[in-house]
Nanobody, 120 residues
Framework: QVHLVESGGGLVQAGGSLRLSCAAS????????MGWYRQAPGKQRELVAR???????TYADSVKGRFTISRDNAKNTVYLQMNSLKPEDTAVYYC??????????????WGQGTQVTVSS
């Protein structure tokens, strides 16, 4: 079993910053990639940022230049540093991890979600 624990969400004023963390534990042989998604009320879930095993990153156009994704491989943890936050960033943010198990089986796992609210 794989368990993801998210933290770091909260309420912040426009222009402020937050840092989200997601730690993975359990039956993990290696992590292929880790990412952050978000879902606002009445909208589809969308990719925010993703970091791959070789260290390359992908960002949504709406967050480029403001958000930074990073990893701590020794701790199986992914972070999302969010700067210059805007009200339209308000959403529930979900961590996603693609894992290779020791058996050779791959799987996708999701965190419980953490609320980010940006006020004007």
């Amino acid at each position: 079993q794989v368990h993801l624990v998210e933290s770091g969400g909260g309420l912040v004023q426009a222009g402020g910053s937050l840092r989200l963390s997601c730690a993975a534990s359990g039956s993990i042989f290696s992590i292929n990639s880790m990412g952050w998604y978000r879902q606002a009320p009445g909208k589809q879930r969308e990719l925010v940022a993703r970091i791959h095993s070789v260290g390359t990153t992908t960002y949504a156009d709406s967050v480029k230049g403001r958000f930074t994704i990073s990893r701590d491989n020794a701790k199986n943890t992914v972070y999302l540093q969010m700067n210059s936050l805007k009200p339209e960033d308000t959403a529930v943010y979900y961590c996603n991890v693609n894992i290779l198990h020791g058996s050779g089986v791959r799987g996708d796992y999701w965190g419980q979600g953490t609320q980010v609210t940006v006020s004007s």
